[in-house]
């Protein structure tokens, strides 16, 4: 059932991918990895040319080797009995992916721009006033950030207007969503392009406004907190919780396998931050069981181990 669910989602994806026009044809996705790598994966796929740009070349070949593999897995679905059409999917689409490790040279010709970079207001607003100076006046810059405001991170921008927030979700390949987030200043016409461009590659479109964590986020914060918390007073055990959210609500993860897979330095990083932002909210206080488990390096699946062991990769 599911996996009869996953490649109908694939497929859906890929057609309205190629029925869909966007004015966007050239597409820069700063930061290679987890998040960059699948975006640039979905823009390629809809048959745009992107330039995947990282600080490392490292990155970068991980990011391609990635990429190539997930577009195989696509293809399989998609090309079941057609496997010489499936390869050349998967040529075509990496053919349309050149790598850099230089943002302003890969921003030059550019009419999108999406940053998939650290989570870090600091290391964004650097990267962002940098190519303000020198993408074209009509690129769209945008940003994938899952916490950070929108208002906060263009605010070193004159190009206010054609900035705004797309948020993609973890695998993007398969996740159907994309949250735009519009700014105080995000005009009409930058909104209109974000939206169909996010329908170009594939992902049915939500808008939000510049609040914290847009729709997704500022729902699944509170709820995957109250499941470490029931968890910590030792209500119920880990594998119970989940089961019960898959089970009784339906969700194809429970909240702590999810805690693990997006990674709890990530959670951390995310509760400490509203928490410091808005302090007389009970919701984002800070859990102790969290801090332990990060400051003993138990990251979840990246690390290994988190609320679960798991075979590292
Ligand atoms: C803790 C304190 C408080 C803070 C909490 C904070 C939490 C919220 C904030 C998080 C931080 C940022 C988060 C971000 O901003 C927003 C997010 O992204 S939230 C995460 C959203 N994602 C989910 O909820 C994932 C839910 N899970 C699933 O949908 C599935 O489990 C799965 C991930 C798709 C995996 O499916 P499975 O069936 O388990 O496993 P498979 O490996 O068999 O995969 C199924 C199917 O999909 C294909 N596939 C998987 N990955 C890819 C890929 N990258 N590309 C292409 N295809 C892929 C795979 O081939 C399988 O196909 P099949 O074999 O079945 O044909
Ligand atoms: N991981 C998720 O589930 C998820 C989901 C939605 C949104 N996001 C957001 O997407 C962004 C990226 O997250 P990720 O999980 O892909 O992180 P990641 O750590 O996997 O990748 C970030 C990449 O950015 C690169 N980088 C850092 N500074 C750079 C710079 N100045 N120029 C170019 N490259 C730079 C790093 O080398 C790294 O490869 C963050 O803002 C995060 O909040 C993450």
């Known amino acids: 059932m599911t996996k009869l669910v996953q490649f109908g989602v694939i497929a859906r994806n890929f057609s309205s991918s190629s029925a869909m026009q966007s004015a966007i044809k050239n597409v820069t996705v700063i930061g290679g990895g987890l998040m960059g790598s699948g975006i640039a994966q979905v823009s390629a796929q809809a048959g745009q040319n992107v330039i995947l740009v990282d600080v490392s070349s490292d990155v970068l070949a991980k990011s391609q080797k990635s990429i190539g593999a997930n577009l195989g897995r696509v293809a399989k679905k998609m090309y079941k009995d057609k496997p010489q059409e499936g ?28 940053e998939a970079i650290v989570e870090n207001m600091s290391v964004k607003h650097k990267l962002f006033s940098q190519l303000d100076g020198v993408a074209p006046n009509h690129t769209i810059f945008a940003s994938n950030t899952s916490s950070l405001s929108i208002n906060e991170i263009c605010s070193v921008v004159k190009r206010k207007d054609r900035f705004g927030g797309l948020h993609f979700f973890n695998p993007v390949p398969v996740m159907r969503l994309l949250e735009v987030v519009r700014g105080a200043e995000t005009s009409d016409a930058t909104y209109k ?14 808008t939000c406004k510049d609040t914290p964590g847009f729709v997704v986020n500022r729902l699944l914060v509170p709820y995957i907190c109250e499941a470490i918390r029931l968890y910590e007073r030792g209500d119920a055990s880990a594998r119970d919780i989940d089961t019960a959210m898959k089970l009784g609500a339906g969700y194809p993860m429970g909240p702590l396998e999810l805690a693990d897979y997006v990674g709890l330095d990530t959670n951390k990083f995310i509760l400490d931050g509203w928490h410091k932002k808005y302090p007389d909210q009970p919701l984002f206080n800070p859990i102790p069981l969290l801090d332990k488990l990060v400051a003993e390096g138990k990251l979840g699946v990246k690390a290994g181990e988190g609320f679960y062991k798991y075979d590292k990769k």
Do not use: H
């Open 87 to 114: 390869e050349k999917f998967v040529t075509d689409a990496m053919a349309r992916i050149k790598t850099s490790t230089d943002p302003s040279e890969a921003s030059k010709s550019a009419d999108l721009v999406v």
């Open 193 to 206: 392009t974000m939206m169909e461009w996010g329908k170009a590659v594939g992902k049915t479109c939500i």
